[in-house]
């Protein structure tokens, strides 16, 4: 299992209890499967982290980031030829960046393009920050304020160095680190006012559409038996998922294991444009559930 999939299988635990998960920006609770079985009101009419029928995935598939920052409510990926694949979401866990003629709860990751001299250039003014010549674990006012966790990541020279920013860390970060780190999040949050414009190769956003998605479980695996048809025979084919927590499937999959489910009348605890949730508590089997996210073209680059 991949670092990203590692991620996202340890951030569904949080779901279960109340927390929005990867890249999510929050959730809608919508009961458990076990509450809602069968009653059809509380079924979605529609599945926003699934790109609309026919929609081509945005290409290539696949690409290891040279850039990745995580924190609250926001993600950044940027690859070595120029993709910058990000979101961000506010306080009522909507997207906040929207390609021309899209809709905010239907919005999920975007695009830009920035040329490779552009990378390159974004990738010596972080390096210039000095932050990752080796691991960090700061705690910093902003992040005390906030509640947050931040992971910023550098991949330079066949190393990947990071940068952990919790209100649990005991070291607190100096001026010099605390004013990076506010650069780096300028950078990132508004890069069409901070790069120069021959950094760019494609300014406009644009939707970024997904060739994959991870399914993932936490604390225990589900008992596919225990669940409603068509919902198990749907969820027991997928062995790797059910032994080892995570899988890569593609869109088309996904979007039979959704409708699977709903045809089962089992509604997810949550749905939005982030990911899926199906809460399996009160089924006769362990605490757990089942996650459902978009995968990023690192996590199909990795085995």
Same mark, same amino acid.
Not at 16 to 26: D, E, N, Q, R, Y
Not at 69 to 77: D, G, M, T
Not at 88 to 109: C, F, H, L, M, V
């Given at each position: 299992?991949?670092?990203?999939?590692?991620?996202?299988?340890?951030?569904?635990?949080? *779901?279960?209890?109340?927390?929005?998960?990867?890249?999510?920006?929050?959730?809608?609770?919508? %009961?458990?499967?076990?509450?809602?079985?069968?009653?059809?009101?509380?079924?979605?009419?529609?599945?926003? *982290?699934?790109?609309?029928? %026919?929609?081509?995935?945005?290409?290539?598939?696949?690409?290891?980031? *040279?850039?990745?920052?995580?924190?609250?409510?926001?993600?950044?990926?940027?690859?070595?030829?120029?993709?910058?694949?990000?979101?961000?979401?506010?306080?009522?866990?909507?997207?906040?960046?929207?390609?021309?003629?899209?809709?905010?709860?239907?919005?999920?990751?975007?695009?830009?393009?920035?040329?490779?001299?552009?990378?390159?250039?974004?990738?010596?003014?972080?390096?210039?920050?000095?932050?990752?010549?080796?691991?960090?674990?700061?705690?910093?006012?902003?992040?005390?304020?906030?509640?947050?966790?931040?992971?910023?990541?550098?991949?330079?020279?066949?190393?990947?160095?990071?940068?952990?920013?919790?209100?649990?860390?005991?070291?607190?970060?100096?001026?010099?680190?605390? =004013?990076?780190?506010?650069?780096?999040?300028?950078?990132?949050?508004?890069?069409?006012?901070?790069?120069?414009?021959?950094? &760019?190769?494609?300014?406009?956003?644009?939707? &970024?559409?997904?060739?994959?998605?991870?399914?993932?479980?936490?604390?225990?695996?589900?008992?596919?038996?225990?669940?409603?048809?068509?919902?198990?025979?749907?969820?027991?084919?997928?062995?790797?998922?059910?032994? @080892?927590?995570?899988?890569?499937?593609?869109?088309?999959?996904?979007?039979?294991?959704?409708?699977?489910?709903?045809?089962?009348?089992?509604?997810?605890?949550?749905?939005?444009?982030?990911?899926?949730?199906?809460?399996?508590?009160?089924? @006769?089997?362990?605490? %757990? =559930?089942?996650?459902?996210?978009?995968?990023?073209?690192?996590?199909?680059?990795?085995?």
């Amino acid at each position: 299992m991949n670092a990203s999939i590692t991620k996202c299988v340890a951030l569904a635990v949080a *779901v279960v209890a109340g927390v929005s998960g990867c890249g999510s920006g929050g959730a809608v609770d919508l %009961g458990s499967a076990s509450d809602h079985m069968s009653a059809a009101k509380y079924l979605p009419k529609s599945f926003p *982290v699934l790109p609309p029928v %026919g929609a081509k995935p945005s290409t290539p598939a696949t690409g290891k980031w *040279v850039i990745d920052v995580n924190y609250p409510h926001a993600e950044w990926s940027v690859y070595p030829d120029g993709r910058m694949i990000y979101q961000a979401y506010n306080r009522s866990d909507e997207a906040t960046i929207i390609p021309q003629g899209a809709d905010a709860p239907y919005t999920g990751y975007v695009q830009q393009r920035l040329t490779r001299r552009g990378v390159a250039f974004l990738r010596s003014t972080i390096l210039a920050t000095g932050l990752f010549r080796h691991n960090l674990s700061l705690a910093s006012p902003h992040s005390e304020r906030h509640h947050g966790y931040y992971l910023y990541r550098f991949h330079t020279r066949g190393r990947t160095a990071a940068v952990e920013v919790s209100p649990h860390n005991r070291t607190t970060a100096t001026p010099a680190q605390a =004013g990076a780190l506010a650069q780096i999040n300028a950078l990132l949050t508004d890069p069409t006012r901070h790069l120069p414009p021959w950094a &760019w190769a494609d300014r406009t956003i644009r939707p &970024w559409v997904p060739a994959y998605y991870i399914i993932s479980h936490d604390r225990y695996a589900p008992d596919p038996s225990r669940l409603p048809a068509p919902a198990n025979a749907a969820l027991a084919q997928y062995t790797k998922f059910l032994r @080892h927590g995570g899988q890569r499937i593609t869109t088309n999959q996904a979007r039979a294991l959704l409708q699977a489910f709903q045809t089962a009348g089992i509604a997810p605890k949550i749905n939005n444009a982030g990911e899926v949730f199906y809460d399996f508590a009160g089924l @006769h089997m362990d605490p %757990g =559930g089942l996650g459902l996210w978009r995968a990023f073209p690192n996590d199909v680059s990795t085995p």
